[in-house]
């Protein structure tokens, strides 16, 4: 059983900046961030390989998010800045165990059912 745990999250202003952090119990083959915001569908936010090696990040949220990780402390990081209104939701790590089936990052972001562990999600709200 993986564990995911997320923090980081919080009241941000629009334009400031926020880095949610998510530390694996284990190994992971993808891991990435996902939202969801009240009355939307789960959306995908940005994930990234275990190597490193791909990323995705959706449209939504290029040039304002980056992904990274630190394998030693098994941590994923996102660092969101420029942040808007539209960016409040709740943030949740999600990670696939194993490459089987084979899906690319960008194919796992974009289908959240793909993932096989969930963290507990934190709260990011930017507002006045």
């Known amino acids: 059983q993986l564990q995911l745990v997320e923090s980081g999250g919080g009241l941000v202003q629009p334009g400031g900046s926020l880095r949610v952090s998510c530390t694996a119990s284990?190994?992971?083959?993808?891991i990435g961030w996902f939202r969801q915001a009240p009355g939307k569908e789960r959306e995908g936010v940005s994930c990234i390989s275990r190597n490193g090696g791909s990323t995705y990040y959706a449209d939504s949220v290029k040039d304002r998010f980056t992904i990274s990780r630190d394998n030693a402390k098994n941590t994923v990081y996102l660092q969101m800045n420029s942040l808007k209104p539209e960016d409040t939701a709740v943030y949740y790590c999600a990670a696939r165990r194993t490459p089987y089936p084979y899906v690319s990052v960008t194919n796992y972001c974009r289908n959240p059912g793909r993932a096989d562990y969930w963290g507990q999600g934190t709260q990011v709200t930017v507002s006045s």
């Open positions: 284990g190994d992971y083959y993808q």
